[in-house]
C-alpha cells in the first residue's frame, strides 16, 4: 500500500501483514489536501509506485480519488498493464467542494474524465457521488457505502435524556447546519448532543 506520508508518519513499515509505504509528501494535515499538495503526492509517491509495480507486478491497482492518484493509477496501467479501480470520494468530482476544486477542474476535468473512463471499474462512497460522477465522467459507479452498518438503535425511555453523539469533520460537505436544524425541531425533548 502506497499512501501519503505526513509529519512524523513516513517511511516503509508492515501493519498487521500489509507493506504500507509512506513517502514523504509535505502534506500539513492528515484530513485536507491542497492542490499544490496533491501534486507534491504525484512527485513524491511516483517513483515508489512505479518501482513497486515493476517488481511486484500487481493484478490490480485501487486508487482512492479520481485527482490526483487516478492520474498515477493511470500511469502505471500504461506502463505496467495492470487494470484499476478507483473510488471516488467527493472532492475529487466536479461539484463535490465547488468551493475548493472549481478552479482545479477548469483544467483537470477532462483528462480525469479520460482517466475515469479508462478504469476497469469505478466505485463511489454515496449515491450523491455517484451521481456527481456520472454526471461529470459518464458511466455509473458502483456504491459502496463507507461507514458503518446499520444496527438496532436502542430503546430510549420517556424519562431518560437522550445523548447524541455525531462523528464527523465539521465541513461544508458533511452539512453540521442539517444536524442542528433537526435537534432544533426536537424541543419537546431533552436531548443532549
Known amino acids: 500500500m ?19 509505504r509512506r513517502p514523504q ?13 496533491m501534486a507534491q503526492y504525484l512527485a513524491f509517491a511516483s517513483p515508489c509506485a512505479f518501482r513497486t509495480a515493476k517488481l511486484w507486478r500487481p493484478h490490480v491497482v485501487h486508487a482512492h480519488f479520481v485527482v490526483p492518484t487516478g492520474a498515477l493509477a ?7 498493464g495492470c487494470p484499476y479501480v478507483l473510488t471516488a470520494h467527493l472532492g475529487d468530482v466536479p ?15 477532462r483528462p480525469a474524465r479520460g482517466i475515469w473512463q479508462a478504469a476497469a471499474s469505478t466505485t463511489a462512497v454515496s449515491s450523491y457521488v455517484a451521481d ?22 436502542p430503546e430510549i425511555h420517556p424519562a ?18 442539517l444536524a442542528v436544524r433537526a435537534l432544533a425541531l426536537l424541543h419537546d425533548l431533552p436531548w443532549r448532543a
Open 95 to 109: 461539484g463535490g467542494v465547488p468551493e475548493q476544486t472549481r478552479g482545479l477542474f477548469r483544467f483537470f476535468r
Open 132 to 153: 456527481l460522477a456520472s454526471r461529470a465522467f459518464g458511466g455509473r459507479p458502483k456504491v459502496i457505502l463507507n461507514g458503518i452498518p446499520p444496527c438496532q438503535p
Open 25 to 37: 509528501t509535505f502534506r500539513r494535515a492528515p484530513d485536507t489536501c491542497a492542490v499544490r499538495e
Open 160 to 177: 431518560a435524556e437522550p445523548l447524541i453523539l455525531w462523528v464527523g469533520r465539521m465541513s461544508i460537505q458533511k452539512n453540521p447546519i
Open 74 to 80: 493511470w500511469g502505471l496501467h500504461k506502463a505496467c
Open 2 to 20: 502506497i499512501t501519503a506520508g505526513l509529519l512524523k508518519l513516513y517511511g516503509d513499515e508492515l501493519v498487521r501483514g500489509v507493506h504500507v
